[in-house]
């Protein structure tokens, strides 16, 4: 199974690193790029043995500090630490958490799982009753979009790639439009909303 620890001040940051020789650390941000980041890195703890500890940065600020001034490198998050013996050998930060720059370094460095790693389970709860809310007609088109992708915007759960992927099929990528809901256009210029909704709860 996947082991996530959570790491809330800078002795358990220490524990955790004099515990696994090879070990990584995970910034957790505010927003969907934390579950965008930690989507694409679960696909390679699903197949790779690798203790995580994960840091959720504006509540454990002290640990984030830490792992900053221990290393060297700039806080970002979401931001991914390979550790090796206690030192940083490997850093990457925010959109740049890609397969292309995690796969040479699990490659390298992190041995394969001899077991079949469980998934990460998350709470999809808040999605699913904003999309019967919309399909019992309690919301329009309009205010399901603006509910749902602002609920997506600032989502920063640690989700798998595949609740990712089907999570941002509705509206896609809400940084597309920071600058204003409006610049989604109308709900249904993807197609019929309802039917993409019933289509996304089957797969949920």
């Known amino acids: 199974m996947t082991q996530l620890v959570p790491l809330t001040t800078p002795d358990e940051v ?9 070990a990584a650390i995970f910034k957790a941000g505010t927003c969907h790029k934390t579950m965008q980041g930690f989507g694409v890195l679960e696909t390679y703890l699903a197949r790779h043995e690798l203790p995580v500890g994960f840091i959720r940065v504006v509540d454990w600020r002290p640990a984030s500090n830490h792992v900053a001034e221990r290393t060297g490198v700039r806080h970002h998050s979401p931001q991914f630490l390979l550790f090796k013996n206690g030192q940083s050998v490997f850093d990457v930060d925010n959109w740049d958490i890609t397969p292309q720059a995690l796969a040479p370094v699990f490659e390298a460095h992190v041995p394969l799982r001899t077991d079949t790693a469980e ?4 709470n999809i709860e808040p999605y699913k009753q904003l999309m019967h809310q919309f399909l019992n007609d309690e919301l329009n088109e309009w ?11 600032d989502d920063a759960n640690l989700r798998s790639q595949r609740e990712f992927e089907l999570l941002s099929r509705l509206f896609g990528d809400p940084d597309a439009y920071h600058g204003g809901l409006h610049q989604l256009g109308a709900p ?3 197609g019929d909303l309802k039917t993409r909704v019933q289509e996304l709860l089957a797969q949920l």
């Open 119 to 122: 998934g990460i389970s998350t």
């Open 143 to 153: 205010q399901f979009q603006e509910a749902y992708v602002n609920y997506f915007r």
């Open 14 to 22: 220490e524990t955790f690193l004099a515990q696994f020789p090879l």
């Open 188 to 190: 249904q210029s993807r």
